[in-house]
């Protein structure tokens, strides 16, 4: 599925396009070419839909809230953007429109088409496209948001955070869900179960309070802020 006809946001210079598509053997966040992880739990919204990693810990995916309207813990995320934001992995946009309603110029960014298509239909503004690749207003993006575990995404942080810095205004901000204190880190393959159907394996990650500096320092970030909001925990990373 093509990702439409290309859409402006209400923000000068901010423009989407088309993001051409991938022939490779892979995507840059590890995710084989034309493969979408996480698409049956975002097709299928009801059911048993979990994150299994490659050392067999599984985490049940919150896809009913993924689908469902933006939460408490998601306001404060937005309370904290005062430009142009990125929400990178957006899924079905719930963040990307409680930005767009807060009156800010919001982009959603994610590989998989119904996710975008979800985004869209709630009134907001998305392209499919893998955030490693060229996308719209790179440097002057206010905020870039990874939400949801997004942190995870392509299965090395410190590459995701350095990503992120290159599409960040010097003045903005990126903010990171986290997972609570005393959860470590890990890297390594997961796979989502959707039912009885498993998916293909890709790169992913995690991060708690404490694990975040590192990959942070790594990328030029500095972590300005952490704060627990609705039983989860965000962190707010500055240009160093």
Known sequence: MSVGPTSAISEPGLRTRQSPTRTGPASATGVPAGVDAFGIALRERAGSHWLVQADGVRRRLPVERWHGPAEAATATVVARCHGPALDLGCGPGRLTAALTRAGLAALG???????????????????????????????????????????GIGG???????????????????????????????????????????????????????????????????VRDLRSAGGRWFAELAVA
């Open 109 to 151: 960014v994610d590989v998989c088409p119904r996710a975008v298509a979800l985004t869209r239909a709630r009134g907001a503004v998305a392209v499919r496209a893998d955030l490693f690749d060229p996308l719209p207003a790179e440097g002057r993006w206010r905020h870039v948001v990874l939400l949801d575990g997004n942190i």
């Open 156 to 222: 090395d942080p410190t590459r995701l955070l350095r990503r992120c810095r290159e599409l960040l205004h010097p003045e903005g901000t990126v903010l990171v869900e986290v997972d609570p204190p005393g959860s470590g880190a890990w890297q390594g393959r997961a796979h989502v179960v959707s039912g009885r159907r498993r998916g293909p394996s890709f790169g992913w990650a995690r991060l708690d309070t404490r694990a975040v500096h590192g990959p942070a320092t790594a990328a030029g970030l500095a």
